[in-house]
C-alpha cells in the first residue's frame, strides 16, 4: 500500500515536472505568438478574439436573452399556444432509453445554459465566488451531457434527415402562426426539431471540444496542431470564438425548444417523462408519421 | 496632473539570458512552483547577427486586451499606467490570456476539481488592490515596492541594465542615449508597448 503510495507521489511529481517542462504556451511555444517581434506564424487571432469579446459577444447574447423570449411572449398573447386534449388515446414515442437520453441531456442543459450566461455577464453579477461557483458548475455538468451526446445523436438519426414534409413544414412555419388545428406535414420529427437535433448533438460536441480545450488550456495533441496549422495559443483563440458564436445558435433554439414543449404545446413536456403523445397533438402535428402508425395497424 | 506611464523595456544588446530577473522575481515574491511572472527567451536562435535575448512580462500595456475581455472587469489601470487585477472577482476564465500578446497570464491550478485558479501576472511589484503592504495583499499579489518607493525587483537586480523599468519617457531616453553610443538599434521595436498596433 505505502509502495503503491510512494510510486504515485512520484509519478505525480515527474507528471507535473514534465507538464510545466514543455507548456505550449510559456515555454518554447511562447515566443512564435509575440507579434511584436516579427513573428509571422501567428494569424493576429488575439486581435480578433479581443475585439470580438469586447464589442460583440456580450451583446450579442444579450439581445438573444431578450428578443427571442420576446418573439415567444407576443407569439404567446396574439396567437397562443395549442392545445391538445390530455383525455383522449395516447401514442408511445419514446422508450426508456430515449427518455433516459433526453432527460440526461436536458437536465445538463438547465444548468450549462444560465451558468454560461453569468459567465458572459460577469461583471453584472460583481465576479467572485459566485461567479466561479456558476464556472465550475458549467463544466461539471458538460460531463453528463457529453455522455449522452452520443447515444442521443445515434438513437434518433434515422429519423433526422431532410424529407419533404421538412420543405413544406418551414413554408407554413409549422402552422404555428395560426390558431387552427389543420394537419402539419411533419414524421415522428419535424423541421423545427431536426434543426435542433443536428445543432444539439454535432453543435453540442463543438461546444464540448472547445469548452474542454479551455479548460486544460496547456495541452499538447501535436495531431491537432498539425491538421489545423495553429499553435496552441491560437487554438484556444479559435475555441473561445467558436464557442461564443456556436453558443449563440445553441441558446436561440435551446429557448425554442423550452417554448415549444412547456408553453405553445401544452404539455408536450410529459412525452419525455412517460414517453406518451397524445394521440390529438400526433395527428396534427405528426400528420405524416401518424398516417404511418395507422397504416401499421399502432393507433 | 499628467501622470507618467510606467514601463518595461529589455535592452537585448546588453541582456546576458542570466535568468537573474525571473529567479529574483519568483523569489520575491513567493510564486508557487509552475509560475513565473518574468521569463527570459531567445529570439531567432541559432540565426548569426539575429539572436538575441529578452527579457518578458506583463508589459502593461496602454491599451491593455486583458483588460478589455474580462467578463468580470476586474482589471484596473493605475493613473501611472500600472495594469493590475482584482484576484478575488477573478474566475479563472482565461480570457485575458487569449487576449493578451505576450502570453503574460498564468493559472495556477488551484481551483476545485483542478479548474484553473485565479489569473497570475506580473503587477510591476505594485501589490494589488487589498490595504497596501497588508499579509493578505502579500499573499495575493506578492511584494509591493512601488508603494516603498522602491524599482521593481526583477530591474533593481538586473546586473547589466539590460532590463529597465520607470516612466516611458526616461527609459526612452536612456534608450536613446545607449544607441547613439553603441551605433546601431535593437531587434525589437522600442515601444512596443501598444499591444495590437504596428
Ligand atoms: C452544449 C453546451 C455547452 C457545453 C458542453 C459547454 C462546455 C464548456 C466547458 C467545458 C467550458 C470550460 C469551463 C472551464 O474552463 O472551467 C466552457 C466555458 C465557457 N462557456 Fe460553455 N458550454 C456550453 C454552452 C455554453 C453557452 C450556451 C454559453 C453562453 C451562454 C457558454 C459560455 C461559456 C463561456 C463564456 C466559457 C468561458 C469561461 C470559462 O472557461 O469558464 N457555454 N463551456
Ligand atoms: S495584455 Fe498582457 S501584457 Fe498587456 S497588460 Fe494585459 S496581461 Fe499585460
Ligand atoms: S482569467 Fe480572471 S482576469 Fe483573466 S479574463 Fe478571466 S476573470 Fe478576467
Redesign the pocket.
Known sequence: MRKFFYFFVATACLASVAFAADSQIWGEMRIPNILSYGQEQSLKLGALFTMLQNHYFGKI?LAILVLVPLVFFVHYKVIGPKVFSHEGKKVYAFDMFNRVVHQIAAISFIV??PT??V??FGDFFGGGTFVRLC??L??IF?IP?AIVVIPMFVMWVKDMFLHWDDIKWLMIVGGYLSKVKNPVPAGKFNAGQKTWYWLATLG?VL??VT??M??FLDFKIEMLNNITGLSQIDLLRVSAIL?NVV?FA??ALFFVHIYMSIFAIKGAIHSILTGYKEEEEVKILHSSWYRKLKEQGKV | MEYARMKFYCDEARCIECDGCSIACAEAHELPVGISRRKVVTINEGIPGKEFSTSIACMHCTDAPCEQVC?VDCFYIREDGIVLHDKDKC?G??YCLYACPFGAPQFPRDGAFG??GAMDKCTMCAGGPLETNSKEERHLYGQNRIAEGKVPVCAAMCATKALLVGDAESISNIYRARVSARGKGANSPYGWDRAYTK
Open positions: 447574447f450549462i445554459v454560461g450566461f459567465i458572459v464556472k465550475n458549467h463544466g458538460t451531457f453540442g461546444m464540448i469548452g474542454a479551455m479548460y464557442h453558443g445553441v441558446v | 467578463p474566475i476564465c482565461g479548474a484553473k
